[in-house]
């Protein structure tokens, strides 16, 4: 009896402790559910968040960008003309103009059209350097493989290492592709760590929110009003007298600024290696006597790469500019000016380049809708008005008289240019109805006064706007 | 490195995503190398004295703990605040220049607090020289406080905190609106501070608004500053404590010194007002005071007498000029009479059935905005004449016939537009805070599809109306100085 009691206890304390051990196991494991429950609505929770975070990033992002694009200034010379040539057809340009205001101001891309049917556009801004040029012309070669890249010479009067900020984005804010644009942002900034505010692009810009109008929230980006068809060329209205700058027409150079020579000699490179026609030009200008030194410097450093150049500074380089009234400052060629630099220009190209008329053909209507748009606008530059006054227009001391021996222009390289004239075989007279003929001594009329013919004898319009 | 600049912003970025990463017994390490970095970049000048400062703060605690001796813990003080007093003031004595440490005022009143708790036992001594370094030199607060105490950041700091999605959110909302106060709104004001310190003939209405608006752009540059110090803070899980509460809606001089920079008030109160006036010195002024002036006033004149010490101290603390000293000593006497008057102003308000509340609320609001705006005119002039000059000048000549030019001399009438805007939106907030209402809180709990357009307009307003950038240098903090 004492052994079962005994054992039915022995039992019952086993089972109890059983029991015990059974409820200690079922709170442990039920603690461990939980725990894991707990973890798992911690990854999920932690999921969710991470979630949320990169989808407000994303927005963040992409607002910011709109607000970028909104605020970078569109109509700016420079960014206007980066803007327009993504607009013009692949592989339509002819000439490309590469380089300062010099270039947008000087060279009259609707003379160049109407008159001689070549499609050619200014992909200048103001100040541009040549640092700026080198990937401004890697940009444009993407979309464009034109049969003379023209590379403006005045950079190389340049002394500073870096571009100015407003240049800077001028000159950069345009460009499309990511490594072009940060190349050429790094290439302009003085130092390295400059270079973040202007590839955000942001804090460059958002001060900006004081100019905004309705065209600059939407795409594509507004060109000041220019239209499509724009094709780089800003004129200025304005006149202001200059003299022709007295130049010793010698050799003698002055080294560059070591950052301009280094990007000038890289173009280069980028143009024989892309197998395309650079020609470096040097626009008038009348404050050339300083220029001039540089301008040797850089055309030595081109002869190295077997480029050349055509510098319109030349003294005996004569085609009827008048200084006096063909500036409108003492930079930049005017309305006039570039109409009669363009139409002298155009005419060289035709020659030594042998270039396309592109004149009725349905491919390049831009250019012509362009040009149509501009004569409109300044219908007292077509051809007929000067024709009628030529004397209105051109300096006789400025005409071109038959070219003396030995003052031909430097004859282009072999297998660049086409071949050179032989002698005796110079360019004659324009044919009649293209250029004025050059007055005879004798029908030389009265010299007009010094400084000058009176404003109300000249067939200029309003002085309106300037260029930069 | 200003805490709005890039490079600051990514340096907290990286130190999260570091601190995050690594487990938590380890956190405060990614703490102390985003510190170290931070004080690093500042200069070695600042290195070199923010470690010595932590290596007597560290040592003279574990020494305090093994024997509280009064005169170790003077020798240690000394050591420590005066070698901010010789930073601070010797230059200016002396004509000679030295560079000033980053935070130094932060970090040396807190380490001589930690000091002086370690001695009281509030606080056990750390035994772990670069967690002593880390309390003095976390970096978000080095810029312009707060001054914390051990008890307050010390855990906080060392022991590690799991990512929290809502201190997230809500450290980030806190950081923008921070960024909004001080970018669009005070920086955008300080042209009417320049206005006013031209030296040109202005008429009174001008000087007013111009120390006015002086008055709100200190408030939202030093408190926007301090969201931003507190919204990173908040990120990493750890929460400073308030270094402002809406100091403009106080209804006396004592309160707006309780709700405006809070823990230098703090500290002071902690740290020299209460030993003073509980001292055997202060308690024998009582007793003699009593029996002069009756007991409630005269106990009354320890406190008081320590009151106009602490201003001083205060006014002195911001520059060593006449202006601190006038600053200071205004304040002071201000509110050493309101102590010392306080029976004389019970009776009054009793004889004359004044009521507590109801419309002597706005009066006293009003006068002690005066009270307050009185004392600014010493605060951002160069000199006592300056500032006396521009307050006789505030009574004179109220012609509003110039108006129009004036004001678009200081300021385009956009920027006018844009300030003011701001000005509204962190008042109608601040109203909203202060009925208790949690605004933040409750933006930073609510659905995504609200909180995400008004974060992203917070930020679409910052970064494109904020002053920042090539041809700006209002970025600077005016508390940085200090």
Redesign the interface.
Request: aromatic share 14%; glycine share 4%; proline share 5%.
């Given at each position: 009896m004492a052994e079962t009691e005994e054992v039915l206890k022995a039992a019952e304390t086993a089972a109890e402790t059983a029991v015990t051990e059974t409820q200690t196991a079922d709170s442990t494991a039920e603690a461990a559910a939980a725990a894991a429950r707990e973890k798992k609505a911690r990854r999920k929770?932690?999921a969710?968040?991470g979630i949320?975070l990169v989808c407000?990033a994303v927005?963040?992002v992409a607002?910011?960008t709109y607000?970028t694009y909104v605020?970078t200034p569109k109509n700016d010379y420079g960014i206007c003309s980066m803007v327009t040539l993504y607009r013009q057809e692949p592989d339509t340009i002819d000439v490309l103009t590469v380089g300062t205001s010099l270039g947008y101001a000087g060279i009259n891309t609707n003379v160049l059209w109407k008159e001689y049917g070549i499609t050619a556009y200014n992909l200048c801004s103001a100040e541009q350097p040549f640092w700026v040029s080198y990937y401004t012309i890697q940009e444009a070669l993407k979309t464009q493989h034109p049969k003379v890249i023209l590379l403006d010479a005045k950079p190389s009067i340049y002394t500073r290492d870096y571009s100015k900020?407003g240049r800077t984005i001028l000159s950069t804010f345009g460009i499309r592709d990511p490594i072009n644009r940060i190349g050429a942002i790094e290439a302009c900034v003085e130092k390295p760590e400059d270079a973040?505010?202007y590839i955000l692009g942001?804090?460059?810009v958002?001060?900006n929110?004081?100019k905004l109008e309705w065209s600059d929230f939407v795409f594509p980006p507004d060109n000041g009003g220019r239209g499509d068809s724009w094709k780089g060329y800003i004129e200025s209205d304005v006149i202001e007298k200059h003299e022709k700058p007295s130049v010793v027409w010698n050799s003698t150079k002055r080294n560059m600024n070591a950052r301009e020579e280094e990007y000038a000699r890289k173009i280069f490179e980028l143009v024989n290696e892309k197998g395309v026609l650079l020609v470096l030009i040097g626009l008038p200008n009348p404050d050339y006597a300083n220029d001039h030194m540089y301008y040797n410097a850089l055309w030595s450093v081109a002869a190295e790469y077997g480029i050349t150049g055509i510098n319109y500074n030349d003294p005996n380089m004569r085609f009827g500019l008048r200084y006096t009234t063909d500036f409108a400052d003492w930079q930049h060629l005017n309305v006039k000016g570039a109409v009669t630099f363009s139409r002298k220009l155009g005419g060289d190209l035709q020659t030594w380049l042998n270039l396309p008329d592109h004149r009725g053909d349905p491919k390049y209507d831009s250019w012509e809708e362009c040009a149509k748009s501009w004569y409109s606008k300044y219908s007292e530059f077509e051809s007929s008005a000067w024709e009628k006054n030529p004397l209105d227009w051109f300096d006789p001391e400025e005409l071109p008289g038959p070219p003396m021996e030995g003052e031909f222009p430097a004859p282009p390289m072999e297998g660049e240019f086409p071949e050179p004239p032989a002698e005796g075989e110079l360019p004659g007279p324009p044919m009649e109805g293209e250029f004025p003929a050059p007055p005879m001594e004798e029908e030389f009329p009265e010299m007009p006064p010094e400084g000058g013919p009176p404003e109300n004898e000249l067939p200029i319009q309003d002085q309106e706007g300037e260029v930069s | 490195m200003s805490i709005l600049s890039i490079e600051f912003l990514l340096l907290a970025a990286g130190t999260l995503a570091v601190y995050y990463l690594l487990p938590l017994k380890y956190r405060w390490i990614a703490l102390l190398a985003g510190s170290a970095a931070f004080v690093w970049f500042s200069g070695w000048q600042s290195m070199a004295h923010l470690s010595a400062a932590a290596l007597v703060m560290w040592g003279g605690g574990l020494l305090l703990r093994r024997k509280k001796s009064r005169l170790l813990l003077g020798t240690l003080l000394v050591l420590d605040l005066g070698a901010m007093a010789f930073l601070k003031y010797y230059p200016s004595l002396s004509g000679a220049e030295l560079i000033l440490p980053i935070g130094l005022s932060y970090f040396t009143f807190q380490s001589a607090g930690y000091l002086i708790d370690v001695y009281r036992g509030k606080t056990e001594a750390q035994k772990n020289p670069l967690k002593a370094w880390l309390f003095i030199g976390y970096f978000p607060q080095l810029s312009q406080g707060p001054i914390s105490t051990w008890k307050e950041i010390g855990p906080q700091l060392m022991e590690g905190h799991r990512l929290e999605p809502e201190k997230m959110v809500s450290g980030f909302q806190l950081m923008l609106w921070g960024m909004f106060k001080k970018m669009v709104i005070a920086d955008r004001l300080a042209a009417t501070t320049t206005a006013l310190l031209k030296g040109e003939a202005m008429p009174g209405w001008f000087i007013a608004g111009g120390v006015i608006l002086y008055t709100i752009r200190l408030y939202l540059d030093f408190s926007g500053g301090m969201d931003v110090i507190r919204g990173i803070s908040r990120m990493a899980g750890i929460e400073l404590p308030e270094n402002f509460r809406r100091p403009f809606f106080s209804q006396s001089v004592a309160e707006y010194w309780r709700r405006w920079h809070i823990t230098l008030g703090a500290w002071f109160r902690s740290y020299l007002l209460y030993p003073l006036t509980t001292s055997r010195a202060g308690i024998a002024l009582s007793k003699a005071a009593s029996k002069v002036l009756g007991k409630k006033t005269g106990r009354s004149v320890p406190t008081a007498l320590a009151t106009l010490l602490v201003f001083l101290l205060i006014g002195v603390w911001h520059t060593a000029n006449w202006n601190a000293v006038i600053f200071g000593a205004y304040f002071g006497i201000v509110m050493a009479a309101s102590t010392l008057l306080e029976q004389v102003w019970k009776t009054m308000r009793t004889t004359l059935n004044l009521p507590k509340k109801g419309w002597m609320s706005p009066v006293r609001l009003v006068r002690t905005l005066l009270l307050v705006l009185a004392a600014q005119y010493f605060a951002f002039t160069p000199d006592p004449a300056t500032g006396f000059s521009l307050m006789s000048g505030t009574f004179a000549n109220w012609d509003f016939s110039a108006f129009a030019d004036k004001m678009s001399g200081v300021m385009e009438p956009l920027e006018w537009i844009i300030a003011g805007v701001g000005c509204l939106i962190v008042l109608v907030i601040d109203i909203v805070c202060e009925r208790k209402i949690d605004i933040g809180g409750k933006l930073a709990a609510t659905h995504f599809w609200i909180r995400w357009p008004v974060l992203l307009l917070l930020i679409l307003a910052i970064v494109v109306f904020g002053i920042y950038g090539a041809g700006y240098d209002g970025a600077a903090f005016l508390y940085t100085q200090f």
């Open positions: 929770k932690l969710g968040f949320r407000f927005l963040t607002l910011l607000a605020l900020r973040v505010s942001l804090p460059e958002h001060s929110y004081k | -």
